[in-house]
């Protein structure tokens, strides 16, 4: 993507990306998923059809974008240790995955991930590789700290507490309380730091 | 839910359990989930459908009995170890989970818990309890075998459990591969194996 110069008077483009998420949110809270358009969304944001699709190239996308996390998520606090790095990851995603935008967008993205391999595999590289990239990096810090007898497998990490919460929220239908999260985190730290070897 | 008495020209209970399930899966792949009704299910089985109601308290409960397990699942056969049964439950359940009904049937699943807190809580009690049960008598053997340190929560190994595999096929839409199950189910094993103590 290349993006041209800006000269003073036009919106500079973190302007525009913020303004296009605003109007994503609002329409998914006014008229729901299935009938927000990519026009609706331009026409609020103030600027044109092609400024979104040149940050998201389905409405998918978009409103995945506006409702749960952006392509690259902001990195997790160092909190000094692999515990409690999980742990702020874990309630950092579950908040992502509560909000009312989010509730409204996830049973969306299961029925797009069913029905289109193409939007399975665009969802995957933009936003699952965004979280681990993230996982990574707490990941990368654990084994600087010398807290991992291995290194795990990012995508195993990544299915297990994503998938944790993903499955209590969405498909239990039960929103894990603080100890039940607790739990969670506790037992991928303890498989964690006690493995010795990956399985071959 | 009373059973009345079977005459020797009255097909017995199981058979229709059977007729119904198969109705159903039939429907499922002929006319997809939003098509089937409960009257085209009880006609095809040659059945009432107060028979269908007795059984399955609304079309959400008889499609997910007919495409991914009934509520109660049968037993985890005792491989001799936590490692071996806990492999063979995740084999078993990513099976349920990747049949075409199961496809079918899943985001279907997912809409109706975010629409209805009430389906949602009958999936629980119906389904999910099957499922912690299954889970539970895991950890009865292991426990018996002096494998675990701890009782764990059934509730947590479910979600770890059930969440990376539904996670996997459904929301990241790539079927985890042999090693990649093997590799969940050796964190899984390490995790609950030495823990010293569950958080409070």
């Known amino acids: ?32 998923y299935a009938a927000v358009t990519m026009d609706a969304a331009a026409a609020r944001a103030g600027t ?16 995945f974008a506006a409702a749960v996390h952006s392509p690259a998520p902001a990195p997790t606090a160092d909190t000094g240790s692999l515990a409690g790095d999980l742990a702020a990851l874990a309630r950092r ?4 995955m ?12 299961v029925a797009e991930v069913a029905r289109s391999p193409e939007a399975a595999r665009r ?30 497998d990012v995508a195993t990490v990544h299915r297990v507490l994503g998938g944790a919460l993903f499955f209590s929220v969405f498909v239990i239908g039960e929103e894990p309380d603080e100890a039940a999260l607790a739990d969670v985190v ?8 006690t493995r010795s070897t990956l399985p071959s």
Do not use: C, H, N
């Open 98 to 109: 509560t909000t009312p935008a989010a509730r409204e967008v996830a049973p969306q993205v």
């Open 48 to 63: 044109s059809k092609a400024a979104i699709y040149r940050r998201y190239r389905s409405k998918a996308e978009l409103l």
């Open 186 to 193: 506790d037992l991928l730290v303890a498989g964690l730091t």
């Open 123 to 152: 969802l995957r590289d933009v936003f699952v590789s965004g979280e681990r990239a993230e996982v990574d990096a707490v990941l990368d810090r654990a084994t600087g700290r010398g807290e991992l007898p291995t290194r795990p």
């Open 1 to 32: 993507m290349v993006r041209t110069g800006q000269g003073p008077g036009r919106p500079r483009d973190s302007e525009i990306d913020e303004a296009v998420l605003g109007a994503a949110r609002e329409l998914l809270a006014e008229v729901g």
């Open 93 to 96: 995603v579950l908040s992502d």
